[in-house]
């Protein structure tokens, strides 16, 4: 009985409902933080010389030096958001100092198909919505 309880509380989600908790995990991944850390775990990290652009594990000094602008505070709690969440695994090999890495999983990787082409259409769109910014400002005042 419970799995029925499940099945029917999953075929129930709806976003447009305050109560449905997809609401809070759509406000989870549709933060920036979230979406440029599984792009970079996804490969798609600015181009360096013989980069591929296949998922792979990175340590926590390497996003923090890929996301221009994240604060050390800010980068810990939303890998362990992601951590907790299943997207992302954290291993903590015991050396000297523990090195510690991030990678995707399965259902990380899922969603980052997605975040990619998110960020892609941002990037590809930057000049019309600056444009349209400007213009609309421009009627404004």
């Known amino acids: 009985m419970q799995a029925d309880k499940k099945a029917q509380e999953k075929a129930e989600y709806n976003a447009f409902l ?5 609401r809070r995990l759509l406000d989870r991944i549709s933060d920036k933080w979230v979406v440029l850390i599984l792009c970079a775990l996804g490969g798609d990290a600015p181009e ?3 980069a591929s652009h296949a998922a792979k594990a990175m340590r926590y000094s390497e996003l923090a030096r890929l996301l221009a602008g994240v604060s050390q505070k800010m980068l810990t709690q939303t890998l362990r958001a ?6 992302l695994i954290r291993t903590a090999t015991p050396t000297v100092p ?3 890495t991030y990678e995707l999983t399965g259902l990380g990787l899922s969603l980052h198909h ?3 082409g998110l960020r892609q259409w941002a990037q590809t769109h930057m000049d019309q919505v600056l444009a349209n910014r400007e213009s609309h400002d421009a009627r404004a005042s």
């Open 98 to 100: 523990v090195t510690v």
């Open 18 to 22: 305050a109560v449905c908790p997809s």
């Open 82 to 87: 992601l951590e907790r969440d299943g997207l």
């Open 114 to 116: 997605l975040t990619r």
């Open 48 to 50: 360096q010389p013989g």
